[in-house]
């Protein structure tokens, strides 16, 4: 199986010993790998793993190696892979027949497509660990249960039945069926000392569903709304109802039954199915999933 691109970024400042290749194919999957230190075979290693479980990649991006200046730790750290892996990763490429491109210096929003991804990696990734240290085996744990929370959400209908509540995924990419997990208690509110390391483990993963799963609902809703006319909901459209303190991995699909407009003729109210309930929300209570 060969993939048409990908996008490859490199996570840094988790700890001192390691770092996180965040790979996305376009639209499609994220892909989290981890690389055991700066050296050219740890990173063509790390590129092995990801051809072999997700397919090779006929063109990698990346960012530029001239955005990898500054003073910050982070930055040496990136500037450091880049110059380390030239040589030894240009051979490897050439030989698979993998071309590797550079978004242009000063310009992330060239890889918006890909950006958003890695961003909400790092961004939770970060708060939620903070200093706690596992070993390889538990940090690969960890990172593969993250990996299985961002490809979960949905994307589109899989039909325009009615009927039907199922959303396509990137879990229908890998592996035909929707990313499921394994049904835990919350551990949020417990403190960390009463935990045992899996159980930390598990806090951490959940903390990172209800963050990024909150902020991915988010950017479902387009407030240019308020600002401009947009077409409102319609009967039968596809939504994600947004509650609190839903398990990992789970998101409440309903289709639209009836709509009710208010005085100024805006959509507020709608009457939807949820599997086999029906109730009455406001317009504030769901996301539409990407058309």
Known sequence: MVTKACHLEIVTDLSSEAFIAALKRFLVDEHLEIVTDLSSEAFIAALKRFFSRRGKSERIFSDNATNFVGTQLELKRLREIMSNCVSDLSKFLCEERVEWSFISPRSPNHGGLWEAGVKAVKYHLRRVMGNLRFTYEEFLTTLNQIEG??????????????????????????????????????????????????????????????????????????????????????????VILKEDNLPVCNWPLGRILEVYHGKDNKIRVVRFAFQANIDRVGLNDFRKPLP
């Open 149 to 238: 929370v961002l490809n979960s959400r949905p994307l589109y209908p899989l039909s325009c039945d009615p009927g039907d509540f199922d959303a396509l995924t990137p879990g229908h990419f890998l592996v035909g069926r929707p990313i499921t997990a394994i049904a835990e208690p919350s551990l949020t509110e417990v403190s960390d000392n009463k935990l045992k390391v899996w159980q930390k483990q598990t806090k951490i993963v959940q903390h990172i569903w209800k963050r990024w799963s909150n902020n991915y609902l988010s950017t479902l809703q387009n407030r240019n709304k308020w600002y401009f006319e947009k077409n409102n909901v319609k009967i039968h459209d596809m």
